[in-house]
């Protein structure tokens, strides 16, 4: 059996037991959602195998034209972030292989690269869930996979949470053990890829040979990738951070890192992130509204797919919710929009209109901003699911940090009450979900700043 640190053996999950094939010349990591190459657990789980077998390491990519919810505006900024993970492998001695996994790439680069053991990161989402529970059945191999994006592992926390109040406890006590820098280690045998072994160039042109969703196209001036990620976030550093406890909430000023799409595609991990905030020169105050945002909400929602299985839809909300909002389901509406007229932002509210627009134009929308806008579909569709459902359409289409844990586990919050509590006093559709209204934002910030500058 080989021999794993205790730190990335408490994140490892084996899919399929057995001895790695001694006879294999590689391992292969089946990069999905940690797309880089340092601070990586997974790919050091993948290069502490590989040494101790005497193999290098080969990174496989496999993009997936037709994962729910993507488009081209993603895929391009992810293949940016791939561009810049291939050479920081290449530095480390690792190859990087991409193949279309719709092709059938997987299981057959396995045989064909005769690889020892199979090493994948994890993301608690039901169709890359589903991909790896595929790929078990069909391995001869062992088939590990290493819990790469997030501080605390999410198996320790056993179960579903109530909320922040609840787990944050839970994390801080883990904290000690986990929020420690990352051992990169020296790859002791290098991949020099076999004579014909095919690949697509990690590059944006590949793009072009893919039927990829192209009616959203990428957002101007954002760029993807660990070099980029590593700049925004020295500059949310000196700039950002002094003050951001006071300032988050003030969507027409910068007061956020930006940091969400670097994070939902791994090519920053969490990990490094806390660690630079932790030690940076800014005042106690904002580094732990930071780190609270950074670990305690983003895990709580990882932890909120992981273990509620209907974690997009209003059904996975709590039983109070539920049937609050089922006994206002049938309240007049004021206004009442479309899914279409919600997406061209035509409402009669020039705040929520402004959001739409900001989400759509530049692939991001504010935090706070995000609260107020699901809230209004909530308001102004027909029916609760429903509103759920474009909420989550539009969010995944469009923000470059869609079809993750934190827009899920954000949907639920604003429509369905997850993670919050009863508010009274019970208010038409709302019941006793959370209210917010225009007149609420325009006390924290300056709206018409913000509406003027989308
Ligand atoms: P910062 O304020 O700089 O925070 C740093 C990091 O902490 C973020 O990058 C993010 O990873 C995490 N974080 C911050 N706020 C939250 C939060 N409320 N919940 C969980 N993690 C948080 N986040 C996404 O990453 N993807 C989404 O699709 C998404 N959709 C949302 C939809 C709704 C309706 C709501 C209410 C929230 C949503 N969020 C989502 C959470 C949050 O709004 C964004 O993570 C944040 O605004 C991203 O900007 P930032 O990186 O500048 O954040």
Redesign the pocket.
């Given at each position: 059996m080989l021999r794993l640190d205790a730190d990335l053996a408490v994140r490892l999950t084996v899919r399929r037991a057995g001895e790695p094939d001694s006879s294999g010349r590689c391992v292969v990591y089946w990069m999905q959602r940690a797309q880089r190459a340092t601070d990586n657990p997974a790919l050091e789980t993948a290069i502490a195998a590989a040494n101790e077998l005497g193999v290098p390491v080969v990174v496989f990519f496999g993009p997936m034209p037709s994962f729910p919810g993507a488009n081209y505006r993603h895929f391009h900024f992810m293949m940016q972030g791939l561009a810049d993970t291939a050479e920081r492998l290449e530095a480390r001695g690792i190859g990087l292989v991409l193949r279309r996994l719709d092709e059938g790439g997987l299981a057959a680069f396995c045989l064909e690269a005769h690889a020892a053991l199979v090493v994948s990161d994890e993301n608690p989402m039901r169709e890359p869930e589903r991909w790896r529970a595929s790929l078990a059945g069909e391995l001869r191999v062992p088939f590990w996979t290493v819990d790469s994006d997030v501080v605390v592992p999410s198996a320790l926390l056993e179960r579903e949470h109530y909320s922040a109040r609840t787990i944050r406890p839970k994390l801080r006590a883990h904290l000690e053990r986990f929020l420690v820098r990352a051992k990169d280690r020296r790859v002791r045998v290098s991949w020099h890829p076999p004579r014909g072994m095919k690949s697509l160039a990690p590059r944006v042109e590949t793009l072009d040979q893919m039927p990829l969703d192209r009616s959203v196209q990428p957002a101007p001036g954002v760029a993807g990738g660990t070099t980029e990620g590593l700049r925004c976030l020295r500059k949310f550093l000196r700039e950002g951070l002094p003050g951001y406890s006071a300032r988050?909430n003030r969507p027409e000023v910068e007061g956020?890192?930006?940091?969400?799409a670097y994070?939902?595609f791994g090519q920053l991990g969490p990990r490094a992130v806390a660690l630079a905030v932790s030690a940076a020169h800014a005042p106690g105050v904002d580094r732990e509204a930071?780190l609270e945002?950074?670990i305690v909400?983003?895990e709580l929602?990882v932890n909120f797919v992981k273990f509620n299985p209907r974690y997009d839809r209003l059904q996975g909300c709590e039983a109070w919710a539920l049937r609050t909002l089922a006994a206002h389901a049938r309240d007049p509406r004021e206004h009442h929009y479309s899914g279409r007229q919600l997406e061209d932002a035509v409402t009669h509210d020039p705040l929520w209109n402004a959001a739409q627009r900001q989400m759509v134009r530049t692939g991001?929308m504010?935090?706070y901003m995000?609260?107020y806008?699901?809230k209004k579909i909530l308001e102004w569709t027909r029916s609760p699911e429903g509103a759920f459902e474009i909420?989550v359409r539009l969010?995944d289409r469009y923000?470059l940090?869609?079809r993750?844990c934190?827009?899920y586990?954000?949907?639920a919050?604003?429509v369905g009450g997850k993670h919050d509590r009863p508010w009274g006093p019970e208010r038409p559709i709302f019941g006793l979900v959370r209210y917010m209204n225009a007149a609420g934002c325009s006390r924290k910030f300056d709206t018409k700043a913000y509406i003027r500058a989308m």
């Open positions: 988050r956020t890192s930006r940091l969400s994070l939902h930071f945002e950074l909400r983003r929602s991001w504010h935090g995000r609260m806008w699901a909420a969010n923000q940090d869609g993750d934190n827009g586990a954000g949907v919050w604003a």
